[in-house]
């Protein structure tokens, strides 16, 4: 007789914490132990008109990153978007949506079952699908991540111990500088620790797992790619304003790493200044065309060179908000993720916490 699958919920305390990240470590590392795991996102977060399309984008990518079939991935058993909200606040939708959890989590083949919570810990409560709400409904034990904070991370662990009790197993503490590794493993983790909460992992800040993809920056801008539509996987790590004289500018390129540099369609010396130094895209603002030189450079260079109909300030402003904020749909992202995991992340006290010893036996058996 087959035994009952092992429920691990990954929440956290704020959004865009790494939560899929750290899923994707662990799944890869209990796989490659022999585990048989599955992955779910009971509640779908996306206010995106093409949500079915992105959910099954990201579904699909989950599959193909981690070796899942089928049955070991389920998509969103609920959207939450202003439609889905509404008609409960209005009375319109009256389902309990915890017993519907129940039957949707039977339909996933695993012996350990992977669930990415709730974007925070109150998200879902209207529909009875916050982080406490889901754990109890299938008991599962609960994985929080929060992103570096030396006091709201400890705080809002705090207050989460208090809410989800002996469900809360480990927190993560992820994109941590390296300047304050040594302060969190010698501050942080003992205080955690002596208040029951056991700290799995601390995971430093990785310019990598940061970045984004140039195509990301394309469909986030909505803009059009004037050349080297085949380099749309360059990451880029930072971002460079072209708005000073060329001297200063090329000195401050030159101490960047694979930037995006943004700047005037009709600033042609900042732009060949951009294109001689570690520039990973040319972003151009404005509504003239660059020179035929510059994107004949970009095309000898493989730099793809983007143009936006926003003005500087505001394509800034989406540029910026990407980093650190963006699914890890990267095959090298993914990688990266294994290896940090894989260094800094406690599985023996993960297992040891979901009981996992008599299933590892089953699975190698």
């Given at each position: 007789?087959?035994?009952?699958?092992?429920?691990?919920?990954?929440?956290?305390?704020?959004?865009?914490?790494?939560?899929?990240?750290?899923?994707?470590?662990?799944?890869?590392?209990?796989?490659?132990?022999?585990?048989?795991?599955?992955?779910?996102?009971?509640?779908?977060?996306?206010?995106?008109?093409?949500?079915?399309?992105?959910?099954?984008?990201?579904?699909?990518?989950?599959?193909?990153?981690?070796?899942?079939?089928?049955?070991?991935?389920?998509?969103?058993?609920?959207?939450?978007?202003?439609?889905?909200?509404?008609?409960?606040?209005?009375?319109?939708?009256?389902?309990?949506?915890?017993?519907?959890?129940?039957?949707?989590?039977?339909?996933?083949?695993?012996?350990?079952?992977?669930?990415e919570g709730p974007e925070t810990l109150?998200e879902g409560s209207?529909?009875?699908?916050?982080?406490?709400?889901?754990?109890?409904?299938?008991?599962?034990?609960?994985?929080?991540?929060?992103?570096?904070?030396?006091?709201?991370?400890?705080?809002?662990?705090?207050?989460?111990?208090?809410?989800?009790?002996?469900?809360?197993?480990?927190?993560?503490?992820?994109?941590?500088?390296?300047?304050?590794?040594?302060?969190?493993?010698?501050?942080?983790?003992?205080?955690?620790?002596?208040?029951?909460?056991?700290?799995?992992?601390?995971?430093?800040?990785?310019?990598?797992?940061?970045?984004?993809?140039?195509?990301?920056?394309?469909?986030?801008?909505?803009?059009?790619?004037?050349?080297?539509?085949?380099?749309?996987?360059?990451?880029?790590?930072?971002?460079?304003?072209?708005?000073?004289?060329?001297?200063?500018?090329?000195?401050?390129?030159?101490?960047?790493?694979?930037?995006?540099?943004?700047?005037?369609?009709?600033?042609?010396?900042?732009?060949?200044?951009?294109?001689?130094?570690?520039?990973?895209?040319?972003?151009?603002?404005?509504?003239?065309?660059?020179?035929?030189?510059?994107?004949?450079?970009?095309?000898?260079?493989?730099?793809?060179?983007?143009?936006?109909?926003?003005?500087?300030?505001?394509?800034?402003?989406?540029?910026?908000?990407?980093?650190?904020?963006?699914?890890?749909?990267?095959?090298?992202?993914?990688?990266?993720?294994?290896?940090?995991?894989?260094?800094?992340?406690?599985?023996?006290?993960?297992?040891?916490?979901?009981?996992?010893?008599?299933?590892?036996?089953?699975?190698?058996?």
């Amino acid at each position: 007789m087959a035994k009952p699958a092992k429920y691990l919920l990954v929440g956290s305390t704020e959004a865009y914490s790494g939560k899929s990240a750290i899923i994707l470590g662990i799944t890869h590392q209990l796989a490659e132990q022999g585990v048989k795991v599955a992955y779910s996102k009971p509640l779908g977060t996306c206010l995106d008109e093409n949500f079915e399309e992105i959910m099954e984008k990201d579904v699909n990518f989950l599959k193909e990153s981690l070796g899942l079939s089928a049955e070991q991935v389920q998509s969103p058993l609920l959207r939450l978007d202003n439609t889905t909200i509404g008609k409960r606040l209005q009375g319109k939708d009256n389902d309990n949506y915890s017993q519907a959890l129940q039957e949707y989590i039977t339909q996933l083949q695993g012996e350990v079952v992977l669930l990415e919570g709730p974007e925070t810990l109150w998200e879902g409560s209207l529909f009875g699908l916050s982080t406490e709400d889901i754990a109890e409904a299938i008991n599962a034990s609960i994985l929080l991540v929060s992103r570096y904070d030396p006091l709201l991370c400890v705080s809002n662990f705090l207050t989460a111990k208090k809410i989800l009790g002996d469900r809360l197993i480990g927190v993560v503490i992820n994109d941590i500088p390296p300047k304050h590794l040594e302060e969190v493993a010698s501050l942080i983790k003992p205080y955690l620790e002596q208040q029951n909460i056991p700290l799995l992992a601390m995971i430093p800040q990785d310019k990598l797992l940061n970045s984004v993809s140039v195509r990301e920056l394309a469909k986030r801008l909505d803009a059009k790619v004037l050349c080297r539509s085949d380099r749309l996987d360059l990451m880029v790590e930072s971002l460079s304003i072209g708005a000073m004289n060329v001297n200063s500018a090329l000195e401050f390129f030159r101490q960047r790493e694979n930037m995006a540099v943004v700047t005037g369609s009709d600033r042609t010396e900042l732009q060949m200044a951009a294109l001689e130094t570690s520039t990973n895209c040319l972003i151009l603002t404005g509504h003239t065309s660059p020179k035929s030189f510059i994107i004949s450079r970009a095309e000898d260079l493989e730099v793809p060179v983007l143009a936006v109909d926003f003005d500087t300030l505001t394509t800034v402003e989406i540029v910026d908000n990407s980093f650190g904020k963006v699914p890890i749909h990267e095959p090298i992202k993914v990688m990266r993720m294994r290896e940090l995991m894989a260094q800094y992340f406690d599985f023996e006290r993960l297992r040891e916490y979901l009981g996992l010893e008599k299933i590892q036996l089953t699975a190698n058996s």
